[in-house]
């Protein structure tokens, strides 16, 4: 406990979106756990406040904010609040993502445009306002959310060529931060999330959960909160010589392959 006391955070995305505990929300928790004082940001503010409520009643300092961080002026003054709430910023926490089906020749244009937008340009935008912030704090750490989706083709998936294409995008967007500010001490890293049980996928049902887990070289299922313990580590001091890192939290299946007999 306490490996981020003195810090501020933004998490985005923080709110889950049905029963359960997402990656957002796990990682806020973890974060107010730690010590850091936690900024909620979700487009559905009463959610966000239902997650502010639960870390109050541990005993952590968080604070919601309603907000639609694809909209240049949303994500400034969502960095303007943590400054004018908590006095400073030291951690964001990009965890916004959605995804929508298709193949080149099947996706809508305007689902393309969609999951772009909110997946990518939403990154983009809180840096673009978080950053000058970090900067006059002395530093800071910013944590991407990807996927493995961003680094293997979905064989057999029917089509997710918007959500892979912006889920690369994330780990290029982070490399190119991690490189714009490694002198000033802003580092960027990206987690690359793999098959874990959230409410985002519960609509797939159990036989798919299942099929999930086997494919799965530790042949377990991965939750909310192996997303969350990496978030802190990456954005705790003890990660200060860390930048430019796509961590797999996946149980393997980036790494290692069934050896054909």
Known sequence: ????????AIVTG?????????????????????????????????RARSLEDRIRSEGGEAAAFGADVTQPEAAEAMAGFAIERYGRLDILHNNVGIGSPGTPETIDLADWNRVFQTNLTSALLCCRFCLPRMRSGGGGSIINVSSGAGMVGLFGAGGAVAYTATKAGLQGLTLSIAA??????????CLIVGTVATPMVAHLGEEARERRRKAVPLQTEGTAWDVAHA???????????????MLPIDGGFLAIRAWPR
């Open 14 to 46: 923080a709110a889950s979106r049905a029963e359960g505990v997402g990656n957002g929300a796990a990682t806020a928790i973890l974060f107010a756990r730690e010590g850091a004082n936690v900024v909620l940001v979700n487009r559905n503010a009463e």
């Open 180 to 189: 714009d500010y490694a002198a000033e001490g802003i580092r960027a890293n």
């Open 231 to 245: 978030a802190v580590y990456l954005a705790s001091d003890e990660a200060r010589w860390v930048t430019g890192v």
């Open 1 to 8: 406990m306490g490996r981020l006391t003195g810090k501020v």
